[in-house]
């Protein structure tokens, strides 16, 4: 079983910056991917990013360029450092994890295997 702890949400102005921190606990596959999606009201959940074992990472294109995503060398703890917010980035932001095995469905369709409770993200215009 993983658990996954988002920290870090909170409100800021258009332009400005937000870092998020998700740790993570009970990993045992080593192909485990960490990851965040955002769900803004009444829209579906949306994926953001991902950072692979080896670093691998994927964003969505509407971040490309403003958040970064990162992770430590223990690979317990990734961040996603958010850049020149924009008021569209208000969502609960949501920590997940899956496996190689199911990254395509946890991408495509948000079916990740393990998500942390989420964390929220105001960004004021």
């Known amino acids: 079983q993983v658990k996954l702890v988002e920290s870090g949400g909170g409100l800021a102005q258009a332009g400005g910056s937000l870092r998020l921190s998700c740790e993570a606990s009970?990993?045992?596959?080593?192909?485990?991917?960490l990851g965040w999606f955002r769900q803004a009201p009444g829209k579906e959940r949306e994926f953001v990013a991902t950072?692979?074992?080896?670093?691998?990472?994927m964003y969505t294109d509407s971040v490309k360029g403003r958040f970064t995503v990162s992770q430590n060398n223990a690979k317990n703890t990734m961040s996603l450092q958010m850049n020149s917010l924009k008021y569209e980035d208000s969502a609960i932001y949501y920590c997940?994890?899956?496996?190689?095995?199911?990254?395509?469905?946890?991408?495509?369709?948000?079916?990740?295997?393990?998500w942390g409770q989420g964390t929220q993200v105001t960004v004021s215009s």
């Open positions: 997940i994890s899956t496996a190689l095995r199911t990254y395509g469905r946890c991408q495509s369709r948000a079916q990740c295997d393990y």
């Open positions: 950072i692979g074992r080896n670093d691998e990472i």
């Open positions: 009970g990993r045992a596959a080593v192909d485990y991917f």
